[in-house]
């Protein structure tokens, strides 16, 4: 399979743990964007690398939210002393610089603070 | 990135064409309309772009007005596996703020 992959696919977790997701992007591509989506809303742009280049950060994304791409491949979201209101599908994308509106999506990882 | 329009939720045969509408009546020039869709517990997937000629691939046709304020994505022979959220995006091709702005969709029901 050479789409986008991430993992876990879901995580619950008690409020106040870290959670970190991992995004592995189709090889090719040097674009990598996270959203998040809740139930009912379509997915919000939280923010996105060009390599290792973390070029647009959303103010959805807050200090306690970080993410890396550290050698411009896989990249992981972290967030830090969850909340409840972090539960939502964390969605990964990538996409060529040729075609940067030609996202090409992963399954997402649901993430359930209890 | 421009603001669109789009109906909450439609219903269509299988078999006949759906005809998803879309207005962004404040599209700048050189913002493309772009659509996705997103089957239950799926990611989005792309479908279909255009700048302002009629564009038609394997999934799907795009109709773009001729002021460009207005379109409509057409699927052919709707199938059950159509039955989807339907996003209509308005953006700049390649620009610097990249993050496709997903509203809240068409919710396409397809009957039997």
């Known amino acids: 399979d050479t789409g986008v992959s991430q993992d876990p696919r879901h995580k619950i977790t008690k409020r106040g743990q870290n959670v970190t997701f991992r995004c592995d992007p189709i090889s090719e591509h040097n674009r990598l964007y996270w959203y998040r989506q809740t139930l009912g809303q379509g997915p919000e742009f939280l923010t996105y690398f060009q390599n290792e280049a973390q070029l647009e950060k959303s103010r959805l994304l807050s200090d306690r939210f970080s993410a890396e791409r550290p050698k411009g491949s896989f990249s992981t979201l972290e967030i830090q002393r969850t909340e409840q209101g972090d539960s939502a599908m964390y969605l990964c994308a990538s996409s060529s610089l040729r075609a940067t509106g030609e996202l090409f999506f992963g399954e997402g990882s649901r993430l359930t603070v209890l | 990135d421009a603001k669109t329009t789009q109906p909450t939720s439609m219903d269509c045969a299988e078999g006949r064409a759906a005809n998803l509408p879309c207005n962004h009546s404040t599209i700048s020039g050189n913002e493309y309309v772009y659509w996705y869709r997103q089957i239950h517990s799926q990611g989005p997937q792309y479908i279909i772009h255009g700048l302002k000629n009629n564009e038609t691939n394997e999934m799907a046709s795009l109709i773009i007005t001729e002021d460009r304020k207005s379109s409509t994505l057409i699927l052919p022979h709707a199938t059950l596996r159509d039955t989807a959220v339907y996003y209509c995006?308005?953006?700049?091709?390649?620009?610097?703020?990249?993050?496709?702005?997903f509203g809240k969709g068409t919710h396409l029901i397809i009957q039997p």
């Open positions: 995006i308005v953006r700049v091709a390649g620009g610097g703020a990249d993050g496709l702005t």
